[in-house]
C-alpha cells in the first residue's frame, strides 16, 4: 500500500522531469541547426535520403560543420550565338564534398567549370561561388582550376613554373619551396624538377598541371577530366589525394568519363545537351535506374529525358 502511494508521488515528479528533458533536447536539436546553417529544405532531403545520410547529418552536426552550399546555381544558362552549352543548369555543391559531372563530350560539363571559375560570363540566370555572384575576379585565391587541356609555359623548368604560380597567389618563397617540395614527390616528379615542361610527356604535364593547381592550398578545386593521360596506378593515387584534401574540408567539382572514378564521388550529375538530367550518390542512381553500372543508368536517364 505504502509502495503504491509512493509510486503516486513520484509520477508527476517523472512527469515534470521527462518535459524538462524534452524541452532541452528541443532546443539543443533548435540551436544545432542553426550553428549548422542547415535549412528545413536540406535536411527533409537528407532525411530521405536514408539512415545512412542522417547518420552522417548527425555527426557533422555534432563536429560542429557547416552545411553551407559552396556552388550554387539558378537556372544557369551559357550560349554562343544560337548553341545553348548549358541549359538552365540548377546546381548545389556543399562544403567538403566531391561532386562528379558526368557526360559525353559536348553536354557542356567544362562550360559549367569556366564560368564557375570567372573565365565565362552566363548568358542569363545566376551563380554563386564561395558565397560571390559570378563573375567575381576575388575568389580567385581560393580556387584552384585544373583545365581539360594543359595550359603550361613550355619555356620554363618545373621548378620555374611552380615558383612561377605561387608567386601569382602571393606565397612567401620558403611556403612555395615547401609546397613544391611537397607536390612534386606526390606527382612523382621529383626527378624533373629541373627538366623543361617542353620535354616532358603528355601525362606528365597533366601531372605538372595538377601540382600547380595545388600550389596555393586552394579551399575549392575545379577538375576538368584530371586524370586523362595517366596511367592506372597514378590515377589510384590521385585519388586517394583528393580523398585526403576532402578530409581537410575542401570542395572538389570534378569531370570525369571513366565510371570507375565517378564511382568515388560522394554525389554524381548527369548532364546531357547542356542540362542535368539526374544528380545523386552512385548507389542511389543505380538504384533508380535498377542497373548494375553508372554507364547504364545514364543510357536509362537519358532515354527518359527523351522519352519522358
Known amino acids: 500500500?505504502?509502495?503504491?502511494?509512493?509510486?503516486?508521488?513520484?509520477?508527476?515528479?517523472?512527469?515534470?522531469?521527462?518535459?524538462?528533458?524534452?524541452?532541452?533536447?528541443?532546443?539543443?536539436?533548435?540551436?544545432?541547426?542553426?550553428?549548422?546553417?542547415?535549412?528545413?529544405?536540406?535536411?527533409?532531403?537528407?532525411?530521405?535520403?536514408?539512415?545512412?545520410?542522417?547518420?552522417?547529418?548527425?555527426?557533422?552536426?555534432?563536429?560542429?560543420?557547416?552545411?553551407?552550399?559552396?556552388?550554387?546555381?539558378?537556372?544557369?544558362?551559357?550560349?554562343f550565338g544560337n548553341f545553348t552549352a548549358v541549359d538552365e543548369l540548377d546546381l548545389t555543391v556543399v562544403k567538403g564534398e566531391i561532386y562528379g559531372l558526368l557526360g559525353p563530350n559536348g553536354a557542356g560539363k567544362t562550360t559549367v567549370i569556366r564560368m564557375l571559375c570567372n573565365l565565362l560570363v552566363p548568358t542569363s540566370g545566376e551563380a554563386f561561388v564561395l558565397g560571390k555572384k559570378v563573375p567575381d575576379k576575388s575568389t580567385a585565391s581560393s580556387i584552384g582550376y585544373m583545365p581539360q587541356e594543359t595550359a603550361l609555359y613550355l619555356g620554363l623548368t618545373v621548378h620555374q613554373l611552380m615558383e612561377f604560380y605561387g608567386e601569382i597567389f602571393g606565397l612567401p618563397k620558403d611556403a612555395i619551396k615547401e609546397r613544391e617540395k611537397e607536390l612534386l614527390a606526390f606527382v612523382d616528379l621529383e626527378k624533373w624538377r629541373d627538366s623543361l615542361v617542353a620535354t616532358l610527356s603528355g601525362g606528365m604535364k597533366h601531372r605538372v598541371s595538377l601540382a600547380c593547381a595545388l600550389i596555393h592550398e586552394p579551399g575549392l578545386l575545379f577538375l576538368d577530366e584530371p586524370t586523362v593521360g595517366v596511367d592506372p596506378e597514378l590515377r589510384f593515387s590521385l585519388w586517394d589525394y583528393f580523398r585526403a584534401l576532402k578530409e581537410k574540408g575542401v570542395t572538389v567539382l570534378i569531370t570525369t568519363h571513366y565510371m570507375d572514378e565517378a564511382r568515388r564521388c560522394d554525389k554524381i550529375g548527369f548532364m546531357r545537351r547542356g542540362r542535368l538530367i539526374a544528380e545523386g550518390n552512385p548507389t542511389e542512381l543505380l538504384e533508380k535506374t535498377k542497373t548494375d553500372s553508372l554507364e547504364d543508368a545514364f543510357m536509362e536517364f537519358s532515354r527518359k529525358e527523351v522519352n519522358p
Open 1 to 79: 500500500m505504502s509502495f503504491t502511494l509512493q509510486k503516486k508521488k513520484l509520477l508527476p515528479i517523472f512527469c515534470v522531469f521527462i518535459q524538462i528533458v524534452s524541452i532541452t533536447l528541443g532546443f539543443t536539436v533548435f540551436r544545432l541547426l542553426q550553428d549548422t546553417h542547415l535549412t528545413a529544405e536540406r535536411l527533409i532531403e537528407l532525411t530521405e535520403q536514408g539512415h545512412d545520410k542522417g547518420y552522417i547529418l548527425v555527426n557533422q552536426c555534432s563536429r560542429g560543420e557547416k552545411m553551407e552550399p559552396i556552388i550554387q546555381t539558378s537556372r544557369l544558362v551559357k550560349k
